[in-house]
Antibody
Framework: EEQLVETGGGLVQPGGSLRLSCATS????????MDWVRQAPGKGLEWVGR??????????EYAASVKGRFTISRDDSKNSLYLQMNSLKTEDTAVYYC??????WGQGTLVTVSS | DIQMTQSPSSLSASVGDRVTITCRAS??????LAWYQQRAGKAPKSLIY???TLQSGVPSKFSGSGSGTDFTLTISNLQPEDFATYYC?????????FGQGTKVEIK
């Protein structure tokens, strides 16, 4: 069974940084492209970004709202995905989900940006 | 960006009913469309990809169709666990975009 478990959420002040992690199991992580998706309280789903696999040269794509502030990375030896979030804004407050693109989701981790 | 528009935004239905949700893309996305179910307070769950292919383990009461710009998700024989919010998502182009969601409520 596929499992994706996000950690690292919490309360951070505007302008601060936070790093989310996603530990995976049950599928061949290194073969897959991975995405981050977020959901602000009471709102719909918003795609954050993508990282491709080694065959895709680990290239990344980002939503305009986070480009230049967020960085997605991965460690295939640890079957793990990461989201480094810098210069956080109050509008970044959301549950952040790690996803195996179009196929599987983690349970999410809440990030709250507030003073 | 490709805009995804779902209709209706919400609907009320009874146990045993069949319901259909529509998703329209602002441009041709071929069959690069996924559907997700999100129960209250839970993470989304993948139901369908490639417009009509069921994810492993998803019951056949769920079905998807369409290509190009118009897509549908049909749920037959509604059961209490099917009352949830459903989202479509296009993966034909970046940025990936979602519909606004359709909330299926108990009548």
């Amino acid at each position: 069974e596929e499992q994706l478990v996000e950690t690292g959420g919490g309360l951070v002040q505007p302008g601060g940084s936070l790093r989310l992690s996603c530990a995976t199991s049950g599928f061949t992580f290194s073969d897959n492209y991975m995405d981050w998706v977020r959901q602000a309280p009471g709102k719909g789903l918003e795609w954050v970004g993508r990282i491709r696999n080694k065959a895709g040269s680990y290239t990344t794509e980002y939503a305009a709202s986070v480009k230049g502030r967020f960085t997605i990375s991965r460690d295939d030896s640890k079957n793990s995905l990461y989201l480094q979030m810098n210069s956080l804004k109050t509008e970044d407050t959301a549950v952040y989900y790690c996803t195996r693109t179009e196929h599987a989701w983690g349970q999410g981790t809440l990030v709250t940006v507030s003073s | 960006d490709i805009q995804m528009t779902q209709s209706p935004s919400s609907l009320s239905a009874s146990v045993g009913d069949r319901v259909t949700i529509t998703c329209r893309a602002s441009q041709d996305i071929r069959d690069h469309l996924a559907w997700y179910q999100q129960r209250a307070g839970k993470a989304p769950k993948s139901l369908i990809y490639a417009a009509s292919t069921l994810q492993s383990g998803v019951p056949s009461k769920f079905s998807g169709s369409g290509s190009g710009t118009d897509f549908t998700l049909t749920i037959s024989n509604l059961q209490p666990e099917d009352f949830a919010t459903y989202y479509c998502q296009q993966y034909n182009a970046f940025p990936r975009t979602f519909g606004q969601g359709t909330k299926v409520e108990i009548k």
